[in-house]
Structure formats: C-alpha cells, structure tokens
C-alpha cells in the first residue's frame, strides 16, 4: 500500500470535515495518516508517496499555516511524491454582489495555489485542485459536502492505481 498523508488546517471544522470524509475512504486502500497543520514536520514526508494537502480559503489564499509550510519545505522536498489538494470556499452562488463574485473569481481559491506551490517543491500534482463549499465564511459545509469529497477519495485511488 502507497504511504499516504493528509495535511490539513481548519478554523472552523469545515476543512477537518472534508478531510476526514477523504481519510475514511482512502485508508481502506492506502497506508493513510490524517494530521492538522500544526502538528505537521517535514520528517513525516521521508517515506511518503502521496501528499494530500486541504486549507480553507481566507482572503483569496490558503491559511498562514500553509504559507508557513511553503517557506520551510525545501525546494526538493517533494521529489517523486504525488500531490492532490483541496480547499474550502464560499460557492459563488451565494454570493449575490456581482462585484464581488467578481472579485472572489479574480482573487482566486487556496487549493490551486496550494498545488502550485507543492509543485514548486517537486510535487506531482495527479488531479486539478477541489473546492469544497460552506454556507457561510465559518460554515457550516453545504448539504452533500461531505459525500462529495468521499466520492472525490475513490476518485484518488481510483487515479493513483493507474499511475
């Protein structure tokens, strides 16, 4: 089984949720750990395959934590390790301002910027970023949030038995 980390932040549960829901799926199936940011060391990545990474999104980015992360993780340290990552957000739909849905679209979302900076550190980003939605900027997740982010865990496993 491929050794498998999920790193996550949350400030209001939202995030933890998601994560979970993808931990409960892929532990069957994959050597998985599930740890918060914060009691997060690079040494846990020495025999890792599969980095899963999910912050939520605060202002158009990922969380201080993962930007934290970014500075100190060496410019190689994911070499040959796979990459997925998520984040959690407000969906657009509710946002009822079109200036500021088009704001929101302009600024962007943490996961992206999550994978490309994992990238940058040597990642193999193995599927494009997901958003996970809340109801309001401290939640709670929208109905189906977490049946989604499961479906989203096969869909993991399902990629990463073919690569």
Same mark, same amino acid.
């Given at each position: *089984?491929? $050794?498998?980390? @999920?790193?996550?932040?949350?400030?209001?549960?939202? #995030?933890?949720?998601?994560?979970?829901?993808?931990?409960?799926?892929?532990?069957?199936?994959?050597? #998985?750990?599930?740890?918060?940011?914060?009691?997060? !060391?690079?040494?846990?990545?020495?025999?890792?395959?599969?980095?899963?990474?999910? !912050?939520?999104?605060?202002?158009?980015?990922?969380?201080?934590?993962?930007?934290?992360?970014?500075?100190?993780?060496?410019?190689?340290?994911?070499?040959?390790?796979?990459?997925? #990552?998520?984040?959690?957000?407000?969906?657009?739909?509710?946002?009822?301002?079109?200036?500021?849905?088009? @704001?929101?679209? !302009?600024?962007?979302y943490a996961g992206p910027k999550i994978g490309k900076e994992l990238a940058a550190k040597g990642g193999k *980003?193995?599927?494009?970023?997901?958003?996970?939605?809340?109801? $309001? !900027?401290?939640?709670?997740?929208?109905?189906?949030?977490?049946?989604?982010?499961?479906?989203?865990? $096969?869909?993991?496993?399902?990629?990463?038995?073919?690569?």
């Amino acid at each position: *089984m491929k $050794k498998t980390i @999920i790193v996550y932040d949350s400030y209001f549960g939202n #995030t933890k949720k998601i994560a979970e829901a993808i931990e409960t799926v892929v532990k069957g199936e994959l050597d #998985t750990s599930i740890i918060p940011i914060n009691d997060f !060391s690079i040494t846990l990545l020495d025999d890792v395959q599969i980095f899963i990474t999910g !912050s939520p999104t605060r202002g158009f980015r990922p969380s201080e934590a993962f930007l934290n992360l970014f500075k100190k993780l060496p410019v190689n340290a994911l070499q040959g390790k796979q990459v997925v #990552t998520f984040d959690t957000r407000i969906d657009p739909i509710d946002i009822h301002s079109a200036i500021f849905r088009f @704001i929101v679209k !302009s600024g962007g979302y943490a996961g992206p910027k999550i994978g490309k900076e994992l990238a940058a550190k040597g990642g193999k *980003m193995v599927l494009p970023a997901e958003g996970f939605f809340v109801e $309001k !900027s401290e939640g709670p997740l929208k109905n189906g949030e977490e049946a989604r982010a499961s479906e989203w865990g $096969k869909k993991i496993i399902s990629l990463l038995k073919t690569t």
